[in-house]
């Protein structure tokens, strides 16, 4: 088991930050202006000049050792970048293209398997329905998997941007979000009817002059949040989006990379640049909820009666206590020197973050580490 205490470097600049901490060999994301992919992926990790490539080395442990993280995978030549669960038995974990499709593991309970998709190109989010996994990414894909069936679909909606996420109440209510990372306003939502896909054009004035959209989820058909750059937040009723100005709003810099909830009333949102920022609606607003001295947050996750996890670089992760609305560092410290991209918490309440060496294009490097009383297998 390693355990990390990596330096953290939240005051490069989110421009220099990718070019400075590059490994050798490794292409990185182009400089850009504003809020960018750069903002996103994060921090340089502990040993700014090495990194490690190619096969999964996974660790052989096979018992948890409750004050350290399990690593469940490290060292992939993908880097992992979101995990979707139906239980702690059936999970399933999407990634870059690092020259053979994009990475999809599957864990049954006992081992993990990879599939192929038969599509090119990173998948950065991953949602599922009873029958179904609906993956999104870049040249804006969506790839529908029918898991009786063992099928894979691939869509193209908007080949110039990315889908960043992708959510939806049943497999006839689908929203995907995106965006274009060297153009200054060019954010899409996209809506799946069952049927077909189509752009959602009427949208609110904020929307149009938007940058990137990163993350969209909800608790159900009438109430979806949609999450992006300049902390851009927008809410659908189940008949129109409104734009919600969150504190803090006007004129930042800053993004919010991951909305989630926990279909009870709590919602999230998460992001930063160098350092960490949690919003959270209470029902008529948002609220402040940024821990001091937190660094950049990248995912969050939370599951009714159970966890509120947010997750961000150089493998940090923080908990909320629900009873003061407090959050504060996991016990365990660094999980890696590099940084977490997605969070997830299973029904028994095991909490998972993936990541990678985000900087990279592709992303490489991924690891999955696992907190709880019952591991899975290493991958």
């Not at 490539?53 to 993908?78: I, K, L, Y």
């Not at 329905?129 to 193209?156: N, P, Q």
């Not at 939502?189 to 949208?203: E, K, L, M, P, R």
């Amino acid at each position: 088991m390693t355990r990390f205490s990596p330096r953290r470097s939240a005051h490069l600049s989110e421009v220099a930050r990718p070019l400075l901490c590059a490994p050798a060999g490794v292409s990185v994301v182009r400089g850009i202006v504003g809020i960018s992919l750069a903002v996103m992926l994060g921090a340089c990790g502990k040993d700014d000049t090495s990194t490690h490539t190619g096969t999964h080395t996974g660790t052989h442990e096979t018992e948890p050792t409750g004050a350290e993280w399990f690593q469940v995978a490290e060292h992939a030549g993908s880097g992992f970048l979101s995990m979707w669960g139906y239980n702690e038995n059936d999970l399933w974990v999407v990634g870059s293209d690092a020259g053979s499709g994009p990475a999809l593991y599957h864990y049954d309970g006992s081992a993990w398997s990879q599939k192929d998709t038969g599509s090119t190109g990173t998948l950065w989010w991953i949602w599922g329905s009873d029958d179904k996994l609906m993956m999104s990414g870049d040249a804006g894909r969506v790839v529908t998997h029918d898991i009786a069936a063992g099928t894979f679909t691939e869509e193209v909606l908007s080949a110039s941007i990315t889908f960043f996420g992708i959510w939806g109440s049943s497999e006839s209510d689908v929203w995907a979000v995106g965006g274009d990372s060297f153009s200054s306003s060019n954010a899409q939502i996209w809506h799946y009817d069952g049927s077909a896909w189509a752009q959602w054009t009427d949208v609110p004035v904020e929307f149009e002059d938007l940058f990137q959209a990163f993350k969209v989820w909800g608790s159900g058909p009438d109430d979806v949040w949609v999450v992006g750059s300049n902390m851009f937040t927008m809410h659908w009723d189940g008949a129109s989006w409104t734009y919600v100005a969150p504190p803090g709003a006007e004129g930042t810099t800053r993004s919010l990379f991951t909305v989630n909830g926990d279909g009870a009333g709590n919602v999230f949102a998460v992001g930063g640049v160098g350092d960490g920022t949690i919003l959270r609606w209470d029902g008529a607003a948002w609220v402040d909820e940024s821990p001091a001295g937190a660094p950049q947050f990248n995912g969050t996750f939370t599951r009714a009666g159970s966890e509120t996890v947010a997750c961000g670089v150089t493998g940090t992760l923080y908990r909320r206590d629900s009873a003061s609305g407090t959050w504060a560092e996991d016990e365990r410290g660094s999980a890696s020197p590099l940084d977490f991209h997605g969070c997830y918490v299973d029904p028994n309440g095991g909490v998972y973050g993936v990541g990678g060496y985000l900087n990279a294009a592709p992303q490489v490097d991924g690891f999955i580490v696992y907190a709880g009383d019952s591991p899975p297998a290493a991958l």
